[in-house]
């Protein structure tokens, strides 16, 4: 158990609809990444945040977007669903090091997205 | 543009017996840093071992160790003593800048009794 948690496990919904996914980083962490997961793509990096700020974007479409909570749990909306946003998402934190450098990123358990 | 290659989509080892799996990655950065994950059946990803492109001595952790090799930009995983709960795809990552991390396709390592 990597103490990051995300909900919910699985989700099906239809085309066109918007749906959100919740994650809770591990104590103290700071940042929260979203990936996505699909068989096409591999593992894709979305967005990160750090203390409510978005800090970095990759490969996300604009039909999603994400935010950070001040009880830094994030959220990850995606809306106008097409059969090809199905995948695996995950949700990984990390604690920012005082020192620079960087910490490991930790992944929660995902949320399995079927859009039919 | 970082890239990161793992050229064996599928291995498979004895149990107790020793696998190697290989990652290579493309990089103008002198600093960075370099995981493998573990993602089992369950899906969930698993830090398996880190290493910092600045040290010189490969990591290792338990029955893990890479085999860093910085000017071949290469980054091998080592599992010694194969057990059956090894099974599983076996992700090479990279990043540089603590914000994306760019993962290999990924090698799925069967483990046979």
């Keep these: ?116 | 543009a970082q890239t990161v290659t793992q050229s064996q989509p599928e291995m498979s080892v004895q149990e107790a017996e020793t696998v190697t799996l290989s990652c290579t990655y493309d990089t103008s950065e002198s600093d960075y840093y370099l995981f493998w994950y573990k993602q089992p059946p369950s899906r969930q990803m698993i830090l398996v071992i880190r290493q910092e492109a600045y040290k010189q001595q490969n990591a290792t952790e338990n029955r893990f160790s890479v085999n860093f090799q910085k000017a071949a930009k290469s980054f091998s995983l080592k599992i010694s003593d194969s057990q059956l709960g090894d099974a599983a795809m076996y992700f090479c990552a990279y990043t540089y800048n603590n914000n994306d991390m760019r993962f290999g396709a990924g090698t799925r390592l069967t483990v046979k009794p």
């Design chain 1, 1 to 116: 158990d990597s103490g990051v948690t995300q909900t919910p496990k699985h989700l099906i919904t239809a085309t066109g609809q918007r749906v959100t996914l919740r994650c809770s980083p591990r104590s103290g962490d700071l940042s929260v990444y979203w990936y996505q997961q699909s068989l096409d793509q591999g593992l894709q990096f979305l967005i990160q945040y750090y203390n409510g700020e978005e800090r970095a974007k990759g490969n996300i479409l604009e039909r999603f977007s994400a935010q950070q909570f001040p009880d830094l749990h994030s959220e990850l909306n995606l809306s106008s669903l097409e059969l090809g946003d199905s995948a695996l998402y995950f949700c990984a934190s990390s604690v920012e090091p005082l020192a620079g450098g960087i910490d490991t990123q930790y992944f929660g358990p995902g949320t399995r997205l079927t859009v039919l």
